[in-house]
Each structure stands twice: as C-alpha cells, then as structure tokens.
C-alpha cells in the first residue's frame, strides 16, 4: 500500500512517499488518520489533504501554516503550489520588544 | 571526542592545507586558476567581480576575500591582482596579513608585465608555500576548534522531512561537545522565523532574527521583486514544496534544537562558541561561500533533488533521503539517510552516522565535491555594476 508521512497531529496535510493514482489507498504514518482514498494522481513527495480544507482555510504541516487553499481542496485531493498561497508575514507582532 | 587537524596561530584549526591561489578581481581570476593547475595542494577560486562596483558591493567581496584567505583550512595564500582593480593586490596582501600571520604573497599582472611573467613567479611562489604545508603535521583537535557550516539545495519534501532533522540532531550533537555550528540561508527563515527565534538565547537575538526576515522582504520589495515569486524555486516546487512557509519550516530544522547564541551578518566571523545563525542569501552557493569566509572549516549539505556544489577551501559532505536521487546521482553524494523515509533509520540513529562521517572528513576523507576539485563560488551582491 502506498504510504504518506503526517509530520505533526495538527497537519491536514501529509507527503506521500510514492506515486499514488486517482482512487488509490494511501496508509498514513505517523498521525490519527490510518487510511485514506485519493480523489486524484498525487506526485512523490507531494501532499494529499487529510481532511477537506475549505478556499480560505489554513493548510497545516509541521503544526504549523504553510498556506492558506485558494479553493476548496477535498480529502485525498494532491494539496501543491497550484491550490494554496503563502500569506504575507505580520513581522510586527512578532517582536518582542516592539518598535514603533 | 577530538579530530586531526592542522592547528594554526590565532587558536583554530584547520582540516585541510590549502595553498589558496586568491584573485583580486575578475581579470586575476584566469592566472589564478592556471597557478593553481600547475601545483599540487593549491586550489583556486574565481572572482566575476572587483572592478567597476559601488562601495557596498566591494565591502562586500572583500569580506569574502579576506575571509577566505583566513579561513583556517587555509596555510597560506597567493595573491593575484591587475593593477587597476578597485582594491590591488598589494592593499589586499595588506588588509589579509593584518589579520592573519599565515604566509602571503601578491602579484599584479600590470607590474610583473604580463600574465606568463605573473604566472611564472606565482607558480613559483606556491611551489614553495605548497612544499612547506606538506611539512605540517595534523595534530589532535578540541572539538572546539570545530565550525560546521550548515546548508541546503536543490530542496524537496524529504528535505524537510528527514535530512534536515538528521543534521539538525547532528549540530546538536557537536553543539553539546563543545563544537559550533552555523545555520544561515535566512530568506528560507521567512514563514518559520517565529519557530527558529524561539531557539533565540536572548530576546535581542529573537528580534534580530524577526528584523532580518521583514529587512529581507522589504529590501527585495524596493527593488520591485517579491520574495514568494522566487521561493520555492521550481525545482522545490516539483519537488512538493508549495510555499515559501513550508520550504522554510523544513529549512531551518537543519539547524537543531540548541539555544542561538549569536546572529552574524555575511561573512562575519564569530564571536561566541555554540548554535549560530549568520543573514545569507537562500542561493545555496552564495551562502556556502559567506559561511567559509566566516571561517567554517566543514560544510554539512542536504538535498533532495541532488546537487554536485564543492568549495575549493571546505569539505561539502552531501546528504540526502532521497532514495532515487542518491541512487541517481551517487557519484554526487556521500550519504544515504533514505532509510529515515522507509521507516528503517531513526533521526538520532542518522544524527551519529553523520556525526562519524564529519569526523572521517575532518581527519582527511575527501567527500565527493572535494575529489572532482569542484570550486563553486557566488558573492552576494547589493546592486548593479557602474
């Protein structure tokens, strides 16, 4: 069975380690979710979406925000450069001691 | 743990003894590289730049030249200069030997007329500078007197997943030994500053971490350009990274877990003993060679994708979890931690392997950039030529 890494409990996202087809049966390692179903062809070492993430919402890896989905990306569909946006830092609430 | 390497006067050490055949400017660089073809135990860089540059640009590139010539893998250097250059080679010879007491010498094409005539007394020069390092003997080194330089290319998703982590448990480990380590490539903190300045020892080095990400975007920004049209490059893209945020987020975990103690401009040599991160451009070589002009005597390099980048001073040991890109491109790569991906190979496991193979370079083994004599070279620049 093909295998995808789920790097952090919080990940909505995880990286599959081979080729996976459209309806192929990806084994999670590694977090809560066991098995899924791709709705797509999903590249090696690309993402597939754990669960649905809406246009809008954060996409999650690493327990942290790597995007946000410009559409809506379904459960088991491949999560890649094309349906997700970096969003600009807010440095200035990031310092410690803040400047003006 | 200790490793064998060549002690030198201001208290480093190196793992190698060089003769380095330095260029002052693009027009040096041809001679330099013909001296050093002509004598075992030199080796050359080349230098695109030089002239015709604004005062930024060559603080700059004289940072990397004197740097070099002081790197600690360096017993001695031989300058090569024009003669109309914006800094000569006598200024240089200089600036370097006020710095350092290692040997060395220059010569400018302009004076010596011609370049036969400089390659002639260059040639003869590094002869002799190359016949007095084989004289040194390699001595037992403090793991103090270790500065691994750590760096990525040619990114993918395994990179992230498995290689960084591998060599951020290895700068872990040489950080607990006494050893130091250097992490730069900031424009690859931007989306994971938040998680790498919380390593910060200090609050100020928290902020100056967060001020180097804003500063980088902004200065990019002023000149029009956008740093997320750039990161991730295809090939990370390709390679399954989508953002910026989530090639950072692998990026910086290369850099382990210990407390930063220090946050360097280019090329700036540090000051502090422990995990250090020093402001770089994300362009690989460019941030190898500012890392070796702040006097890193190893460098630990990840890649997914596969890359076949050497320096000409400082080992680069070539790591990758890609299964497909070290069987593809072993001739190009020195460790496998694939077996982190199959499941078979833990981070800490892979941690001690690379820390044992570190030690193999430090006491001589060539990685395979450093066989091929590949010298790879890239000076950052502030902006255009005049």
Same mark, same amino acid.
């Given at each position: 069975m093909a295998r995808a890494i789920v790097l952090n409990a919080k990940d909505n996202v995880?990286?599959?380690?081979?080729?996976?087809?459209?309806?192929?049966?990806?084994?999670?390692?590694?977090?809560?979710?066991?098995?899924?179903?791709?709705?797509?062809?999903?590249?090696i070492w690309h993402k597939v979406a754990l669960a649905p993430i809406e246009k809008g919402a954060k996409v999650i890896k690493y327990g942290e925000t790597i995007g946000e989905a410009l559409v809506d990306i379904p459960k088991g569909a491949w999560v890649s450069h094309e349906n997700i946006f970096s969003v600009p830092r807010a440095y200035r609430d990031e310092y410690i001691n803040r400047k003006e | 743990m200790e490793f064998w390497g060549y002690k030198r006067s201001d /208290?480093?050490?190196?793992? +190698?003894?060089?003769?380095?055949?330095?260029?002052?400017?693009?027009?040096?660089?041809?001679?330099? +590289?013909?001296?050093?073809?002509?004598? +075992? /135990?030199?080796?050359?860089i080349v230098f695109n730049s030089g002239c015709s540059d604004v005062q930024a640009n060559t603080d700059m590139s004289q940072?990397?030249?004197?740097?070099?010539?002081?790197?600690?893998?360096v017993y001695g250097a031989v300058i090569i200069g024009l003669g109309c250059e914006t800094v000569p080679h006598q200024k240089l010879r200089e600036k370097i030997q006020s710095m350092t007491d290692k040997p060395i010498v220059s010569f400018g094409i302009q004076d010596e007329g011609g370049t036969l005539r400089t390659i002639e007394k260059a040639v003869r020069a590094a002869r002799d500078m190359a016949a007095a390092a084989s004289m040194q003997r390699r001595e037992r080194c403090q793991m103090s007197n270790l500065l691994m330089g750590i760096e990525c290319g040619g990114s993918d998703a395994t990179s992230g997943i498995a290689s960084n982590p591998a060599v951020g448990e290895l700068s872990d480990l040489l950080v607990y030994? /006494?050893?130091?380590?250097?992490?730069?490539e900031s424009i690859e903190w931007i989306g994971a500053e938040h998680v790498l300045a919380r390593r910060a020892a200090t609050p100020e080095i928290h902020d100056q971490i967060v001020r180097i990400c804003e500063r980088y975007e902004a200065h990019l920004k002023a000149a029009g350009q956008d740093c997320r049209a750039g990161q991730p490059t295809p090939g990370n893209k390709a390679g399954g990274l989508s953002t910026i945020d989530e090639k950072s987020l692998g990026c910086i975990r290369k850099g382990g877990t210990r407390p930063i103690v220090e946050v360097l401009e280019q090329a700036e040599r540090p000051t502090k003993n422990g995990a250090i991160v020093m402001d770089t451009a994300g362009y690989d070589i460019s941030s190898v060679t500012s890392m070796v002009a702040g006097g890193c005597n190893a460098i630990v390099f990840t890649t997914g994708r596969g890359t076949p980048t050497g320096n000409a001073i400082v080992p680069v040991l070539k790591v990758t979890a890609?299964?497909?890109?070290?069987?593809?491109?072993?001739?190009?790569?020195?460790?496998?931690?694939?077996g982190i991906i199959d499941g078979k190979l833990t981070i800490n496991t892979a941690g001690r392997q690379l820390l044992d193979r570190l030690i193999e370079v430090c006491n001589g083994r060539l990685t395979k950039a450093e066989a091929y004599g590949f010298s790879d070279i890239a000076i950052d620049h502030v902006c255009r030529f005049v």
């Open positions: 995880a990286t599959c380690t081979s080729d996976v087809n459209a309806g192929g049966v990806i084994e999670c390692l590694g977090g809560a979710f066991d098995v899924l179903k791709t709705v797509e062809a999903i590249p | /208290g480093r050490a190196g793992i +190698r003894n060089h003769v380095l055949i330095l260029p002052t400017c693009a027009c040096g660089s041809e001679s330099a +590289r013909i001296v050093a073809s002509q004598v +075992r /135990g030199a080796v050359n940072k990397i030249l004197t740097g070099f010539a002081c790197n600690p893998n030994m /006494g050893a130091s380590t250097m992490m730069s890609n299964a497909q890109t070290y069987k593809w491109m072993e001739d190009n790569m020195d460790v496998d931690l694939s």
